[in-house]
């Protein structure tokens, strides 16, 4: 393990955090509110021990594997305490628990709240919540495509798998010119979003803001009542269109870019979370038709936005589905655990491992049936390696191993079974809002720092994909051979 270079790297993101704040900043300043004092204090401790840490200059520059996932987690874990600095150093949120918690469901896109008044914070508070979406939405996936070129292959099953197909990773030979592609392109979708938003007549505030939230399918609005609170059709049907287009593989917004329009149909993973949106929407429509709205059109006003926020895990709410039939809501549980799209900026399970999954089921029946026969699994066309196979079920049998711990420690405080569930389900899934006390209304300030802390694991856990946090804990993976 390369520890100069890890504590190097680490140092580098805290000053490249530093100067993330200044947006945040600069909104305090216009608005001329008691936070601006909360960035820049937090900044110079950025900077201060992300110098002394980049002062560490590696001997050996050459990254393996086991640094390369070091450096992610670590830096995810460093970003999220320091994260939280704005928060405690302002007394918007006293507690240190309750500001890591806050930071890290930011950065992570959970959208998870521990406050009962997101409207009373400072205008400048409030942005750095949301901007933390944004920076999380596309971060993870820069940081391991700018990983992957040192990392061996046999490692990185992980992000095979959630691309078969067109994989970020190869839209150009440089991984550097391919970071800058994706990044480009979640600029320029996030500017036109902000511009619909306003030509809908939301404010120029809470039109950036809502707009960082939707990029990063995070969640965090700077209303009560979330969305819900603008009461306006046509914001919400610009937000709910640009959800779905961010928790699509941006593989397919670069090829249509390139002209290639059809790519998204002729993929498999995108037909599957397309048809799954489709369906879900019309069967909690009619579910919810005459129980909760009168009609069928404001049924689907409402069915349409929820399934859109909660398969793309951003969270936000125009209506309190904790309220609908256990049908629709027994809808929006599945869609909270399978998720976006991979290469997207949504999380939960994904849907491509959700298929592969199906296919594997398919497979075993197959060969029950008939013992002789050889049956390949393929995804648009492409026979899928047994390497990626072996890692889909490792990451879902990981997924589901950190999910039952989760339960059991936060079922210690003897809160009722929905709230826990939904919760630990909205934390690893990067979700947000649950069911019961932590649904659409409600929050997650009542549980105790152990269940926050053990809420801030699964939300890092998720975002990261499980297994770059779990190599964390194996002994062998912090010592000094690399093989």
Not at 73 to 102: H, K
Not at 285 to 295: D, E, L, Q, R
Not at 302 to 307: I, N, P, R
């Amino acid at each position: 393990m390369n520890y100069r270079m890890i504590f190097s790297s680490l140092g580098t993101v805290l000053c490249i955090e530093a100067a993330l704040m200044i947006p945040s900043l600069m909104v305090s300043l216009i608005y001329n509110q008691n936070d601006v004092y909360a960035f820049l204090i937090s900044m110079v401790i950025l900077l201060a021990v992300g110098c002394l840490l980049h002062l560490l200059k590696p001997k050996d520059t050459q990254m393996y594997a086991r640094d390369g996932f070091a450096i992610v987690s670590l830096s995810w874990l460093f970003v999220s305490v320091f994260g939280a600095l704005p928060f405690l150093i302002s007394g918007a949120i006293p507690a240190p628990i309750d500001a890591f918690f806050e930071s890290v469901s930011g950065f992570s896109t959970t959208g998870a709240t521990i406050l009962t008044q997101v409207e009373s914070l400072p205008r400048g508070i409030m942005f750095w919540r949301s901007f933390t979406h944004w920076v999380g939405g596309m971060g993870v996936l820069a940081l391991m495509l700018a990983v992957l070129p040192s990392v061996k292959a046999s490692t990185v099953h992980i992000m095979v798998a959630e691309s078969p197909g067109p994989n970020p990773g190869k839209l150009v030979p440089k991984i550097g010119q391919t970071v800058k592609i994706l990044y480009i392109i979640y600029t320029a979708m996030t500017l036109v979003q902000i511009i619909l938003l306003l030509i809908s007549g939301m404010p120029l505030y809470d039109s950036i803001v809502n707009s960082l939230g939707t990029a990063g399918t995070g969640g965090f609005s700077v209303k009560n009542a979330s969305i819900g609170a603008y009461n306006n059709v046509f914001a919400e049907v610009i937000i709910l269109v640009f959800m779905l287009l961010f928790g699509t593989n941006f593989a397919l917004h670069y090829q249509a870019i390139k002209g290639n329009i059809r790519s998204y149909f002729r993929d498999t993973e995108f037909r599957f979370y397309l048809g799954l949106v489709l369906v879900s929407i019309l069967l909690i429509a009619v579910n919810i038709t005459g129980k909760v709205f009168g009609s069928f059109w404001e049924s689907l006003r409402h069915s349409s936005f929820q399934v859109g926020s909660v398969i793309t895990t951003t969270g936000y709410a125009t209506a309190d589905f904790n309220l609908w039939p256990s049908f629709s809501k027994a809808i929006l549980v599945m869609l909270m655990f399978i998720g976006a799209a991979a290469g997207s900026t949504g999380g939960g399970i994904k849907c491509i491992r959700i298929i592969l999954l199906i296919k594997v089921m398919r497979r075993e029946v197959y060969k029950i049936i008939h013992p002789r026969s050889i049956y390949t699994v393929k995804i648009n066309g492409k026979a899928v390696d047994e390497d990626v196979l072996t890692g889909v079920m490792a990451f879902f049998y990981a997924f589901i191993f950190i999910f039952v711990a989760a339960l059991l420690i936060v079922s210690l405080e003897g809160k009722d079974l929905i709230s826990n569930f939904t919760a630990v389900t909205a934390t690893i899934g990067n979700i947000g809002p649950g069911l019961g006390i932590v649904g659409p209304t409600g929050n997650f300030s009542s549980y105790s720092a152990l269940s926050k802390a053990v809420f801030s694991f699964c939300m890092i856990a998720g975002r990261l994909e499980i297994f770059p946090v779990m190599l964390l804990f194996a002994p062998t993976f912090w010592k000094r051979v690399n093989i």
